[in-house]
């Protein structure tokens, strides 16, 4: 619950909300102290329901006029109704009849960091910590400032004045690892938790976080250590099962991430996203069958989870059951119909099936979902080179050209269909402009096709052209 409504429980504010809207509604005549009237307006603020949060406002200033706290939630409703000026207008009134009062700074700093004036944000945060007790909620606040200016530094050196006060403040221990990885310091921030684990051993967070740090730096055993001594800090840690489960598929471990989603099912009431990562985990290790079972596990939970529904399609297109891939699809798309990854798989479908023009319609609506892909271009002219259909394949190509002309694979592409055509002396023409744009995607173009692969002109070509600017 927010720190705003301590004091009170769900149930307690409910009851408050609930009471007062009858006074409002129905006109019946309660009573309210100042502080419940702060709840009731603090309700309404967080639900942005403004229109009770102004009803609210009057009611509790006409009641309570000299009460500072009021006019401190006028402000903020002001500025919730982006009426900033007036906000700060109000907050110079209130800081006149009390200078010190440390939530005026805050009132101030958090609306000019909504006006993204975050500089101005940390003067008034800085005038909080001289006479501010609570110096862990005000280093917080200076550090997502210099979070939002871009400054990861001076942000990493105020999270950990944070947790020197607080070392169980776990969201300031994510934030700072993840500073630490804008500003490219990773290397610093396994540092740091290895210190601070020597001090707060139990904290999860910071074995979660050394574990992504070591992730980052490909330190798959590490990684996968710490993420164990957050397990057994806490049994259910879900996030540190699903980043271990995750390191153990890409290593190749793919028995031991299944075992792992297993226990995660004993306590994550999630259970359709577990079933749903362990039958990906199948059909990464090319078990279709037994990820198709899965699938559909997840889908009796959860019949509009759309992934589990590609899902299913992609494990019948390996199983070749095209018209069951396809049903399955189609469900994918209905429920999820700007998911451009699903008219890829679609469009792969349709090709098997032996449509061309619908699996070319399936790639289009990919491409106007993720225009800046371009490899659904080299996709969907690959469709027509397979079925030996150069001359569509080349202008799908030279669409995309003019869509990306310093894509080196599309130039690299055009001269594959070039020399698949027999055209070779337009083939080795477009080889020497792609080589031009980048020399290193030659080991790509030669893997396209066996028949270039073998083509000891185009190797010797190659060859030449890389001696001759080494």
Same mark, same amino acid.
């Given at each position: ?20 809207? @009858? ?18 307006? *603090?309700?309404?603020? !967080?639900?942005? #329901? ?23 939630? =006028? ?21 006149? &009849?009390?200078?010190?009062?440390? *939530? ?25 910590? $001289?006479? #501010? ?42 934030? &700072? ?17 290895? /210190? ?5 051993? %139990?904290?999860?967070?910071?074995? %979660? ?11 798959? @055993? ?25 390191? &153990? ?9 299944? !075992? ?23 059909? =990464? ?22 992934? $589990? ?8 297109? !390996? ?11 189609? =469900? ?27 699996? @070319? ?24 080179? !397979? ?14 050209? /003019?869509? %990306? ?19 070779? =002396? ?14 290193? $995607? ?29």
């Amino acid at each position: 619950m927010d720190e705003k409504f301590e004091g009170y429980n769900e149930e307690q504010i409910s009851n408050m909300v609930s009471r007062f809207e @009858e006074m409002i509604g129905q006109g019946k005549n309660h009573f309210f102290d100042m502080d419940e009237f702060e709840v009731i307006i *603090d309700f309404y603020l !967080e639900t942005n #329901n403004l229109k009770n949060a102004d009803i609210a406002l009057k009611r509790a200033i006409q009641q309570y006029p000299k009460a500072v706290s009021l006019l401190l939630k =006028k402000a903020q409703y002001f500025a919730f109704s982006n009426k900033t000026e007036k906000a700060l207008d109000l907050l110079s009134e209130i800081e006149s &009849l009390e200078p010190f009062n440390t *939530d005026v700074f805050f009132t101030r700093g958090a609306i000019y960091s909504q006006m993204q004036k975050y500089e101005k944000a940390i003067e008034e945060y800085n005038k909080a910590i $001289s006479s #501010n007790e609570d110096l862990e909620d005000v280093y917080s606040n200076i550090a997502f400032e210099y979070e939002n200016l871009g400054n990861y530094s001076k942000a990493i050196d105020y999270l950990k004045k944070v947790l020197e006060i607080n070392p169980e403040n776990e969201s300031s221990i994510y934030e &700072l690892a993840l500073n630490y990885e804008y500003d490219g310091r990773i290397g610093e921030s396994v540092v740091y938790l290895q /210190n601070f684990i020597n001090e707060t051993p %139990f904290s999860r967070a910071a074995w %979660f976080n050394l574990g992504v740090a070591y992730a980052q730096l490909g330190e798959t @055993e590490k990684s996968i250590d710490a993420y164990d001594y957050a397990i057994v800090i806490d049994p259910n840690y879900i996030n540190a099962y699903y980043n271990k489960a995750q390191l &153990l598929t890409i290593s190749g471990r793919f028995n031991k991430a299944i !075992e792992l989603f297993h226990e995660l099912l004993e306590f994550d009431q999630n259970q359709e996203v577990v079933y749903y990562h362990i039958a990906e985990t199948y059909e =990464k290790a090319e078990d279709f069958e037994s990820a198709l079972t899965y699938y559909l596990k997840s889908i009796s939970y959860d019949q509009e989870f759309a992934d $589990s529904w590609s899902g299913v399609a992609v494990c019948y297109l !390996e199983l070749g059951k095209l018209n069951q891939a396809k049903d399955a699809m189609l =469900k994918a798309i209905t429920l999820s119909q700007d998911n451009a990854d699903f008219y890829l798989v679609m469009a792969d479908i349709e090709w098997k099936l032996g449509s061309l023009v619908h699996s @070319e319609l399936n790639y289009r609506k990919a491409m106007e979902l993720n225009p800046e892909n371009s490899d659904i271009w080299l996709d969907m002219s690959d469709i027509y080179a !397979e079925a030996e259909d150069f001359e569509t394949a080349l202008q799908v190509i030279d669409e995309a050209i /003019n869509l %990306f002309p310093a894509n080196d694979m599309l130039v690299y592409r055009k001269a594959a269909y070039y020399f698949l055509e027999g055209d070779r =002396k337009l083939g080795f023409h477009f080889l020497q402009m792609a080589m031009i744009l980048n020399p290193l $995607s030659t080991l790509e173009f030669l893997e396209y096709d066996d028949r270039i692969a073998d083509d000891l002109e185009i190797n010797q070509l190659i060859l030449d052209f890389l001696h001759t600017n080494d």
